[in-house]
């Protein structure tokens, strides 16, 4: 049975409401998306998924999830904005702060503690994207570490496919707008402000850094890693793909290394992730 109101179908069984026509619509989109392309989105908050799919549907003048999900049938890679909309900010210092905070306390105290005093720790910053990423994770270890130790120990690996980002990386150097979530007293101590009033990271701690042109897809991975940083950058592949990199992923690690994975990633079907998490020298977060 079905009912009018204010514009709105709504659906009954037995005189009781369930949901909308554009509800139903929007549940229909999620389970094409969940069986068709392994995004399993069905576990967010359906105010926060209607917000931003309006975003993307806004900027293609599509005006139901009916008719976007007609588009996304007819244009296969369509998920991909879609994914970036939905779930990916811009690139930011400590994006996703919880799981940076969980980096922080959990996992750089348990990469340290397996080390002799003086042995090195390798990080592999993959699809590092213009540095953010990267530099947070310098500051994390660094802090736990002090800047001495980190210089003297630490090696970090920094690649990408894209050689203008690489190159912006490289050069360590944001906006004020860029650096607005890094607190005042880590901003001093790893900063230094120009005269134009940009930000440029910590001259000494840079050279700790190897900047390399790298495609996750062709290339052999780096080696002997301890921990993998690789956030946001799977989903615009292939499933196949997906597990091939993973696997890349796996012969870079040491053992017992540590795989650090974005929130997009966690929402893609876990088939690819099973040749990993049963494999004891690969630990996936």
């Not at 004020?176 to 005269?195: C, G, H, W």
Request: hydrophobic share 40%; with cysteine.
């Amino acid at each position: 049975m079905a009912s009018l109101k204010g514009g709105k179908i709504l659906q009954f069984i037995g005189g009781r409401q369930l949901m909308s026509a554009a509800e139903w619509e929007l549940e229909t989109l999620l389970e094409h998306l969940k069986y068709s392309r392994g995004c399993d989105l069905t576990g967010y908050k359906r105010s926060s998924l209607e917000r931003r799919f309006l975003v993307r549907m806004r900027q293609l003048k599509i005006d139901s999830y009916g008719d976007y999900l007609h588009y996304l049938q007819r244009h296969s890679q369509e998920y991909i904005p879609l994914l970036n909309t939905v779930l990916i900010n811009l690139t930011s210092f400590f994006r996703d702060r919880a799981s940076w905070e969980y980096l922080a306390n959990e996992l750089i105290p348990k990469i340290i503690a397996s080390k002799q005093p003086d042995e090195s720790i390798r990080v592999w910053s993959a699809a590092c994207a213009f540095g953010q990423e990267l530099y947070s994770l310098i500051i994390l270890f660094a802090e736990v570490l002090g800047i001495e130790s980190c210089l003297q120990r630490l090696q970090f690996i920094a690649t990408d496919w894209d050689k203008d980002a690489l190159s912006q990386a490289r050069n360590g150097t944001y906006k004020p707008r860029d650096v607005s979530e890094i607190t005042a007293d880590l901003l001093e101590k790893y900063f230094e402000q120009t005269e134009q009033g940009d930000y440029i990271f910590h001259r000494q701690l840079r050279r700790t850094i190897i900047f390399a042109h790298h495609n996750l897809a062709k290339h052999a991975p780096m080696s002997k890693i301890d921990l993998l940083v690789c956030r946001n950058a799977l989903m615009y592949f292939k499933s196949d793909i997906q597990i091939t990199i993973l696997i890349r992923f796996h012969f870079g690690l040491k053992n017992n290394g540590f795989l650090f994975l974005g929130q997009p990633e966690m929402v893609m079907t876990r088939r690819p992730m099973i040749c990993l998490t049963e494999v004891p020298r690969t630990n996936v977060l």
